[in-house]
């Protein structure tokens, strides 16, 4: 496989059949469990994935643990909740193959109101105008679909574990030098709740994660 697609789960059994039957060619997932009490990791077996058992809590410590796990030259991450296409990976995979790019990014395109509520995109809005105040970089989302090369995501040293592991990867990156760029991509109501976001406390955690990565 050339690419390996990192796929954090928290009692996913729902979306993840829909996800694992579109995996691009050349794809190989990894489904890292982060305490599913459902029958997720019997579901990812049974579709071919590789199952990795992480048993920190916290989306971070997933996406790491998927990332120690990978063996491919280049790495990609999704979330596990139907909410984005698998097909479309080729979009932010293409330009890390190609060389053009080193650290890409799906910003989300939502396909109806339902997909992203509106007090999420304002978050995302601030959140976005923060990393441009403290990067310098123009980017419009931090989506969950992202992708790079794998020895190069390890050597950034990323030390967050919880929901500001995509930010300290773009500012760690940012501050590396890398090229970094976002493309479009579809995002569709997700099934279920968001673990990160989907609770009035989640979400303060999550800006609490971030507001800590951003202060370095």
Known sequence: MK????????????????VLNRLPSGVRAIVVDNGSTDDSVAIALKHGATVVHCELKGYGAACHAGLEASTAPIVAFLDADASLDPRQLVRVIAPIEAGSADLMLGRRKPVSRR??????RLANAELARRIRRRTGLTLRDLGPMRAARRQALLDLGIIDRRSGYPLETVVRA??????IAEVDVDY??????????????????AVRDMSKVLAT
């Open 174 to 179: 940012s501050d590396a030098g890398w090229r």
């Open 115 to 120: 997909a992203w509520p509106w007090h999420l």
């Open 3 to 18: 690419v390996d697609l990192v796929l954090p789960c928290l009692n996913e059994a729902a979306a993840l059949p829909w």
């Open 188 to 205: 569709l109501p997700r099934s279920g709740r968001s673990k990160v976001t989907g609770t009035p406390l989640g979400a303060a955690r």
